[in-house]
């Protein structure tokens, strides 16, 4: 369990994360990524982490992850994001209107023992997987003003992250190795009833959330059979079926 800061880097540090103490009130730590690149044009995600006493909590922040200063499509920014964090019920964002900061966090919450080890852990090893699972069609929102939203909605939020085998700072990123889960490959897809069952089971998965995600994946699945009807139709116009004509005699032999 945690209950300060320097129980905080030790975990860390015994998993093999750098960390350091910037200010004396908060750990920091910075994870290579494979496909996220963060607003310095590195391939590393700096996590800032420290105890949040209003919210009775550790939380573990990633303060710039993305800049909506960088793009004119800022709609189609957000709207990825808040599709993508859909499939992410540990993971909130927020956006700050004055310099166009993107921050993603993850709260860990204090029992009356503090913070466990293990949410700690998995939030850490959750905000780079996310990053890099976002990153390409974040990138495609901001450069074309459009994305591909079935893809998105169809990420695969992974139970338990697997650790990488080490973090690094900014100075040696381009050499560090990584260790980093696999994305699984999107299967089939599945009625919104039976994706909202599956999210019930998900921490976060309260009423309220689930009725929206419920209206959300039945659009999905509208614009689905949208599709099938379109490319059926342009079949048909291209090899359009053979009509059965009426025998124009009167049903005697000639």
Request: aromatic letters at 6%; glycine letters at 6%; charged letters at 25%.
């Amino acid at each position: 369990m945690l209950k300060n800061l320097e129980q905080v880097e030790g975990l860390l540090k015994t998993k093999g994360y750098t960390t350091t103490r910037p200010f004396g009130v908060i750990v920091t730590t910075t994870v290579i990524t494979n496909t996220y690149t963060n607003t310095s044009g590195e391939k590393a995600i700096d996590i800032v982490i420290t105890f949040d006493k209003v919210a009775d909590c550790l939380a573990v922040e990633v303060i710039r992850a993305f800049d909506l200063r960088k793009t004119v499509h800022k709609e189609a920014t957000l709207s990825c994001l808040l599709t993508a964090t859909a499939q992410a019920p540990l993971l909130r964002t927020s956006l700050d209107p004055a310099d166009g900061e993107i921050r993603l966090r993850i709260d860990c919450p204090c029992g009356a023992r503090g913070a466990r080890d293990g949410d700690l852990l998995r939030a850490v090893s959750l905000l780079p997987w996310f990053a890099d699972n976002l990153s390409p069609h974040i990138s495609s929102a901001m450069e074309k003003g459009s994305f591909d939203a079935s893809e998105v909605a169809r990420f695969r939020y992974p139970r338990q992250a697997t650790r990488r085998k080490r973090n690094v700072t900014p100075t040696d990123t381009a050499t560090a190795p990584s260790d980093r889960p696999s994305v699984p490959a999107a299967g089939p897809a599945s009625t919104g009833r039976e994706r909202a069952e599956a999210i019930a089971n998900r921490p976060g998965g309260s009423p309220g959330r689930l009725r929206t995600l419920y209206v959300f994946h039945q659009w999905l699945a509208s614009l689905e059979q949208q599709q099938r009807k379109q490319q059926q139709d342009q079949k048909d116009k291209l090899d359009p079926p053979t009509e059965n004509k009426e025998n124009d005699n009167d049903g005697h032999d000639a």
